[in-house]
């Protein structure tokens, strides 16, 4: 259920190396008396099962390493470990440890960061003859040694210690003869082994497990009769995973444990039978591998029973299944104008004995709270105050979020009436008056919605225009552009337009019609009216609008005001009579009409606004749906990049809706938009790659339709390439016009905008500099994407947005030994 994804900052992933045992003999299961085993040695189980060794972590906070012992199933290198020797007692990565059974029959790890303090994991008895062995269900054992060789009793084993991983054949339970109970305690943080926050307990009287946060009851199985495999809480544990649960009731004790049912061996993967294993998660859940053992991935304390999670106090300001939401963007200040302002402070304890768990915990009892840091460390930051959550949807470097849900915005208490009169009067007299103190109250509310608008549309005036409304006339005296937004009137708009006619209207972009529109002094403008479902209120709203309104460049098409009356809300641009570029390019009669020289001003234009855009202050846009059609050309034929921040306008919610926004425009997607969701400025450098090959050659890059042949023009363009063929790809039309030797520098540029690793892509600004300049170097071509739109991973895209992202970022390379 819950996914592997990585966190957005790669530098946060964790790392563990360990390098590989050379020049050992026979991989050995047994340490005997005097045996040392140093940090680059392994044991291995008898049939290579288990390894057990030293490995190490990096944290999120601070760079030192440090090495536990553990056991780990061999050759499976993620998020493996078993069993952990020294959870709370890290040594610093560089000391040396080694693991120690010493002629008293002691196990412990020695090391120079322990100083004269070894860390003791079985004490043994003085005069003991012992020795250790790890056996093939991951069970490290140490025994004593008869005095004619063979293994006798068993003094110690790590099953009666576990960590936070219950393997088949381990128990939970507890025995009463001996008062031993066992139980699972998770991880403190994703970077840290500590005891943490959650613990697995068998309840013995209730007959349940229980999962309890710091020492509270969070989550239970609910009661059992028998078996857990009739309850259906455990019903959506896949029964060809062959799992069988076993409680035992014994003369000692009552245990709970899984097994590998035998019987399905046939039926699954056998690669994730031989490593099962359930791990009671840091955040909570327990997991086998990538599966989720329960329904729940964190539980807010509502007492949902189909989940199992139980219920607690919350605090009054929590309303019913409010959640955190993991975003990615920053929390911004509000200032005293209404408007987000610089980074919010944080409240930020660097304690290193709270994880996420106990972060979480604190930011939901806090009603000041709004969200807190994701990145899974150890310590707490979190967002309090006068503060507001600004997504970024993952174009900059922001650290992954947990926001606080909105409340639903009906959020009206009802009226309970519990009173079950017998009498008809008073049931009338009481009915009429509801009736008439509903409708009173139903139009104060509703007078006080209206006069709120009306409050929330002064200010917005006030703020776009300090001085007062201008009248649409005074555009046409407006030398001096400020970055004002002209609010027009729905009535000025509605004449302008011939009240929406459908003459006037002048195609249907992604977020609503155009329309064509005169104001009362002659002057053109384009009026973009969107489509209701953005999702917005009216300050986010003025908050992109004045941050589209600052962009201003003139290779971007000039955002003259904006327009909104209830519902309605539209955003009024210049209007450009030349349409858009492929309404030449991709016109047989007119895309004569476009010379070489026109064409590589086009490109050069649609470079400079790219590069305006990419490095425009902080609050860096990217395009993400560049294409032939958003790219207007005015009476001079100069470039404007249009709906350029139309994506900030509207709520990712609003985009989802509409497909073919999300997705951008097939075939001009980068591979990892398209399969990943990823995007990045090299996204758009992407969709310039495909715009210049589509300019150079005058035809669509989906235009294919051949089966056996390239199936787009990148593949295409790619082909001829290889076959130093590349000027074929030319538009016929340019024969006369084009030097041949920057024609195949440009060809080389678009293709390496193509380039199917983002990384291997040039910046815009590193594009702007190749075609310029003659001399420049040209990278050498790797392997340009061939994207065709086909295999879109929904299932990736919808992950994205969901709590089901588990965080299990850990990526782990491990060199074993051979
Ligand atoms: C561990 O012992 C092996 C064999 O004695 C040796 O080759 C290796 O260098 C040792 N590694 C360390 C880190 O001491
Ligand atoms: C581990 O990998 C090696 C080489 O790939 C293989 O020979 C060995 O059988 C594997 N061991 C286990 C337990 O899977
Ligand atoms: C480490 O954990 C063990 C068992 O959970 C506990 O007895 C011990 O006190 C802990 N030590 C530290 C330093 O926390
Ligand atoms: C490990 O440490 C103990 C206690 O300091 C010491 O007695 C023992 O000799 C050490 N073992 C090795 C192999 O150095
Ligand atoms: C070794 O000695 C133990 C008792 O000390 C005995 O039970 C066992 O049978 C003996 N094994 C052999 C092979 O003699
Ligand atoms: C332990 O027993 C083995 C096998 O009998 C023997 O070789 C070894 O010397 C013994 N060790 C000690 C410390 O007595
Ligand atoms: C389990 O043991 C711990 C201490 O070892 C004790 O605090 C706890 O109460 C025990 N739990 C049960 C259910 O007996
Ligand atoms: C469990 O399920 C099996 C098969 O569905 C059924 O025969 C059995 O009676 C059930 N046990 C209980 C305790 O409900
Ligand atoms: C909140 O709970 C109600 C039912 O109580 C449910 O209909 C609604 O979908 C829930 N909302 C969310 C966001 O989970």
Redesign the pocket.
Known sequence: MASKERLFNPTLLLIIIMSSLRGSSAALDTLKQGD?LNSSQYLFSAKQRFTLGFFSLTPYHGDKKNSYLGIWYTNYTENSEVWIANRNRSISDDSSA?L?L?HLGKL?I?SSGFG???FVIYSGGETENTSVTLLDNGNLVVSEVNSNGSIGRRLWESFDYPTDTLLPGMKLGVNHKTGRNWSLTSWLAQDDPAPGAFTLEWERKTRRLVIKRRGEPYWSSGLQQSKFKNVSLFEYIDPTKGQDYIINTDADGEYFAYSLDTEFESLINLQDRERSAWQLQYWGPIMDRSTSIMKMNFCYGYGMEAEGCEKWDQPECRYYNQTFEPKSGFFRHIGPDGLLQDDAASVYDHSTTIGPADCRARCWNNCDCWGLNGDEGTGCQYWTGNVKFEPDDGVSRSILKYVLTDPPKDEISKSNDKGNEKWIVPVIVTAILVLFLGTFSLWRIYRRRVEAERRQEKHLLELTTPDRLLDADELENDGNARHNIKVFSFACIAAATNNFSPETKLGEGGFGPVYKGALPKGREIAVKRLSRNSGQGLVEFKNELILIAKLQHMNLVRLLGCCFQGEEKMLIYEYMPNKSLDSFLFDPTKNYLLDWEQRVNIIEGIAQGLLYLHRYSRLKVIHRDLKASNILLDENMCVKISDFGMARIFKRDGLEANTNRIVGTYGYMSPEYAMEGIFSEKSDVFSFGVLMLEIVSGRKNNSFYNVNGPLNLVGYAWELWQRDAGKDIMDPTLKDSCPMHQLLRFIHVALSCLEDSAADRPTILEVISMLKNESASLPILKKPAFFTGGNVNNEDLQRKGSENYSVNGLSISRMDAR
């Open positions: 040392v080694f120690t010493d412990m020695n004269v303090d070894p």
